[in-house]
């Protein structure tokens, strides 16, 4: 499966930004979703995962409550809203798939397709 992140941009603190992943080559459906960030000279570092229906979702803490990962499998597109965003969410935005909703969902190792990444970022 191919993916593709959009979405990105310059926003100020507070505001939000929706990136999307759109999914081509395979049966979108059947993957589950990661979102990963990686801000300048640090580690990548999970966001947010969806299991195929879009029924489970999993989030990093530092996330929790700001953002949502939903998913449209009709448009073979997995969506991240970011909402309440901070300087600390400016990133590089990565989405990924497997065809396993692992139990270590937040790790990169459980993802064995990458898209290109998104840049997010916030000013304060």
């Known amino acids: 499966v191919q993916l593709q992140a959009s979405g990105g941009g310059l926003v100020q603190a507070g505001g939000s930004l929706r990136l999307s992943c759109a999914a081509s080559?395979?049966?979108?459906?059947?993957?589950?979703v990661g979102w990963f960030r990686q801000a300048p000279e640090k580690e990548r570092d999970f966001v947010a995962a969806?299991?195929?229906?879009?029924?489970?979702?999993y989030y990093a803490d530092s996330v929790k409550g700001r953002f949502t990962i939903s998913r449209d499998n009709t448009k073979n597109t997995v969506y991240l809203q970011m909402n309440s965003l901070k300087p600390e969410d400016t990133a590089v935005y990565y989405c990924?798939?497997?065809?396993?909703?692992?139990?270590?969902?937040?790790?990169?190792?459980?993802?064995?397709?990458w898209g290109q990444g998104t840049q997010v970022t916030v000013s304060s």
């Open positions: 990924a798939a497997d065809e396993y909703y692992s139990s270590t969902r937040y790790s990169q190792d459980s993802y064995g397709y």
């Open positions: 080559g395979r049966t979108f459906s059947n993957y589950a």
């Open positions: 969806i299991n195929w229906s879009g029924g489970r979702t």
